[in-house]
């Protein structure tokens, strides 16, 4: 019993939390952190692929950043986050994000690039430019692509999320 609790001990002391209340909240504040640090990871990775579809160094910075941090496990860096953000939701937050970033920029870039040119000229021929043509031509082509990237970043999320509680 020191080592390893009964199924019968696990299960009362699961109701005995939901009776109170413990766990709903503590369950709410591990999801609040994940959704944190997922909804940062899109923002910076739509950045980023913008900046990609931009300018030509903007696409070679994104092909040198992910090749350089995509294969990186993102739990690999929670040592240098704790030591940059203390013991705490913050570190957590920044394995997140790496985990969630690289896979949302590659999906979303490679679902612009994808697009076809008759409907990149179309954008231009009704005078799109900038953001305009990005949401009203882009997004929508590459929408299958972006929710991929959005569905494996969700799930390198969760799975970081869970790992970096086990150390946090």
């Not at 696990?10 to 413990?22: H, I, K, N, P």
């Not at 970033?101 to 009704?126: C, P």
């Amino acid at each position: 019993p020191l080592v390893m609790p009964t199924f019968l001990e696990t299960v009362r002391a699961f109701l005995q939390r939901m009776a109170s209340g413990e766990l709903l909240i503590k369950s709410w504040v591990s999801l609040r952190v994940l959704l944190q640090g997922y909804a940062l990871g899109l923002v910076l990775a739509f950045l980023i692929t913008m900046l990609a579809m931009a300018t030509r160094i903007g696409n070679d910075l994104l092909e040198t950043l992910t090749a350089m941090f995509n294969p990186l496990p993102a739990i690999a860096l929670l040592p240098l986050a704790l030591i940059w953000f203390g013991l705490g939701n913050a570190s957590i937050v920044f394995v997140i994000i790496h985990s969630v970033l690289w896979a949302v920029a590659l999906n979303t870039h490679s679902g612009f690039l994808s697009v076809s040119n008759t409907l990149r000229m179309v954008g231009r021929n009704y005078g799109l430019h900038g953001p305009s043509y990005v949401a009203k031509i882009l997004v929508p082509a590459a929408f299958p692509s972006i929710l991929a990237g959005m569905k494996i970043g969700w799930a390198f999320a969760w799975r970081t999320r869970l790992a970096a509680e086990l150390v946090v």
